[in-house]
């Protein structure tokens, strides 16, 4: 019979198993991330509708409970907010989408311009810097690097003159049939059995694509309808949605149901208020970077819409992209000096209006916990619907550390309000 492990054996096997099952427990998460970024790839026609209903659904709930709370009846709140909506998608699309198409367009035209004034500019600063920059560089012993010019002139082309055109040298009377290269009939043949298949696989890239818009049209008419149940639908399964969990009453059943509803705590926060007051960055940005001049200030505030709902990032980007823009569009220190006064106002404003405004005292998803899951999830679960899928699976994390592992005995988020709903 063997002896018992010693104290410090004992030690190293549990270590040992320990690390095996967490090497089986990471194992296993990867697979599941896997398993779901293939399924996301697959049900991707019937999750983005739903997705974007719930999110529209999140958004425009307060209004519809503000005008039911002025007498209206559940469904002719939802009619007249839908009325609304439509009134301001036909006045987006006959006086912004125009602009914002036609300077996507120019942008698109004029980038390769751009890009060589851009090059200019940069080589112009390194062979003659500023002298206020030089004389700060050589106080701190780092002299300007100059940039000699490249003087090595490109040679010209030689080019050789055409010679007269050869006379043809086949008899007259012969068939030109019997005059063409065994080899050329073969390489003709090849070279068509080629033109016939890329013809045929251009056709059924077509056909695809068409397939992926009649997809993308009925996906976008299933918005309105998911957003007008979701909207309709509130109170039913708000108060009922508990009844189909398939747990019987239990504590096991509460603590799924806290999870549930902590998690939808989260998601209203940061539908209701990251996404408003990302929209309103983009208006702010479009507005003043029109002041000031900048071309393609419509394209840019779109542009700040969709990038600063994840924070820190967006309006990073926005700002490069602006500040670029302005420099090889002027070519001057003015105008980026003005971009960056556009950005800090528009910051000034989101972090002293804004936010308190619109978030109030409700708690949220932390920003980088929204950079990490956003960028996680574009990567692990592809596209842009495995980063917005990836933000609720980021509050079900951060409802179960708080709960089970910070040991927090009271709701993740505060009961009260926003100001707007």
């Known amino acids: 019979m063997l002896p018992p492990p010693t104290p410090f054996q004992a030690k190293l096997i549990w270590a040992a198993l320990t690390g095996l099952c967490v090497a089986t427990l990471a194992f296993l998460l990867a697979a599941l991330v896997w398993a779901l970024g ?3 790839d697959v049900l991707s026609p ?7 209903a719930g999110a529209l659904a999140y958004l425009l709930d307060p209004i519809v409970d503000r005008l039911e709370r002025l007498g209206m009846t559940r469904v002719q709140a939802v009619g007249a907010v839908f009325v609304l909506a439509l009134l301001m998608v036909t006045g987006l699309v006959g006086s912004v989408v125009p602009q914002l198409l036609g300077q996507a367009r120019e942008l698109v035209r004029n980038a390769p311009t751009f890009v060589a004034r851009l090059e200019a500019h940069l080589e112009h600063w390194a062979t003659h810097p500023p002298a206020l920059l030089e004389q700060t560089l050589r106080k701190f012993g780092l002299p300007w690097l100059r940039v000699a010019p490249d003087t090595n002139a490109v040679p010209e082309a030689i080019h050789k003159e055409a010679g007269a055109p050869a006379k043809s040298t086949v008899p007259p009377g012969t068939n030109w049939l019997d005059q063409l290269d065994p080899q050329t009939v073969q390489r003709v043949t090849e070279w068509s059995g080629r033109a016939l298949r890329a013809v045929g696989a ?3 890239d077509q056909l695809s694509r068409v397939t992926a818009l009649f997809g993308a049209v009925a996906a976008l008419a299933l918005i309105p309808i998911y957003l007008f149940y979701l909207l309709v639908e509130k109170r039913r399964i708000a108060g009922t949605w508990t009844k189909y969990v398939p747990l019987r009453d239990s504590r096991l059943k509460d603590e799924l149901v806290f999870v549930l509803r902590s998690v939808n705590d989260h998601l209203i926060a940061f539908f209701r208020g990251q996404v408003l007051v990302a929209m309103c960055d ?4 479009g507005i003043g970077f029109a002041l000031i001049g900048l071309p393609y200030a419509v394209l840019l505030g779109a542009m700040a819409m969709i990038l600063t709902i994840i924070p820190f990032l967006g309006a990073i980007v926005t700002c490069l992209t602006a500040l670029i823009l302005a420099l090889v569009t002027y070519g001057d220190w003015q105008h980026p000096l003005l ?3 556009v950005v800090a106002i528009v910051q000034a404003i989101e972090g002293y209006v804004l936010q308190p405004r619109i978030l109030g005292t409700r708690v949220g998803l932390h920003p980088m916990v929204i950079i990490v899951a956003i960028m996680t999830g574009t990567t692990l679960l592809g596209g842009l619907l495995g980063g917005i899928l990836a933000i609720p699976m980021a509050a079900v994390l951060r409802v179960l550390l708080a709960r089970y592992i910070w040991h927090s005995s009271e709701r993740v988020i505060p009961a009260d309000k926003p100001t707007f709903s």
């Open 339 to 341: 971009v960056l006064g």
């Open 46 to 52: 019937v999750l983005w509708p739903l997705a974007v």
């Open 38 to 40: 293939r399924v996301l």
């Open 202 to 204: 251009w056709l059924a």
């Open 282 to 285: 983009g208006v702010l940005y």
